[in-house]
């Protein structure tokens, strides 16, 4: 139980062009969930906070219009980097939180690897 | 701001020897620690945690140690095999849910 999907793996686009990354909770509920990056060799940040319903709470320093979130329904949040850059190339992990769970355990996603070119 | 932070960057082990993988915290709110594994090229994995209340947590293979005295945590691995190669991180929370993530050690095992 408690499995967190991400589509895709990996994907390759042309600079200047936006990408979408899909999370999901595949047998959970997940109110929360939250969107990670990582380079190479480095741990996970945070970006932000996905709030089913409502709008994303975003970290201090990044930027909001650029990594724009959707989390429509308890089982699917949304990632879409706008304007894709080579700098935003990193491995993108999503989390979730089972609603129904003690309400603090993280779900972790196998990740998302964005090459920008 | 507060960060969590890894003494060591690399820990090579022998294959069967004892792991032990160190980390220190600095906010003092911290109340839960999460110990994760990543293997390349995928998404953390769950190892162990442990609430600040306790000092000591098992699991299979696993040991957590808390010192909220000198805010230092520690993951101890039993008999380090070479499926145990991987990138370690721990975590902690203040509440609120988000975590913070350590720098991460990088576990090698020699045959």
């Known amino acids: 139980g408690a499995v967190v999907s991400q589509h895709p793996s990996w994907v390759i686009c042309k600079s200047g062009t936006s990408v979408k990354i899909e999370c999901r909770s595949l047998?959970?509920?997940?109110?929360?969930m939250f969107w990670y990056r990582q380079f190479p060799k480095q741990s996970l940040m945070l970006m932000a906070t996905s709030n089913e319903g409502s709008k994303a709470t975003y970290e201090q320093g990044v930027e909001k219009d650029k990594f724009l979130i959707n989390h429509a329904s308890l089982t699917l949040s949304t990632l879409t980097v706008t304007s894709a850059h080579p700098e935003d190339s990193s491995f993108y992990i999503c989390s979730a939180i089972n609603s129904g769970g003690a309400g603090y355990e993280q779900y972790f996603g196998p990740g998302t690897r964005l090459t920008v070119t | 701001g507060e960060s969590v932070g890894l003494h060591l960057p690399t820990l090579s082990v022998q294959e069967g020897d004892n792991s032990i993988i160190n980390c220190a915290y600095s906010n003092s709110a911290s109340d839960y620690f999460i110990w994760y594994k990543q293997e390349s090229g995928k998404g953390p994995q769950f190892i162990i945690d442990?609430?600040?209340?306790?000092d000591k947590r098992q699991g299979q293979r696993v040991t957590v140690l808390l010192n909220k005295t000198v805010k230092h945590l520690s993951l101890q691995i039993a008999a380090t095999q070479p499926g145990d190669s991987a990138v370690y991180f721990c975590a902690e929370s203040g509440g609120g849910n988000k975590l913070t993530f350590g720098t991460g050690t990088q576990l090698k095992v020699e045959l």
């Open positions: 442990i609430r600040s209340n306790m």
């Open positions: 047998d959970f509920q997940a109110t929360t």
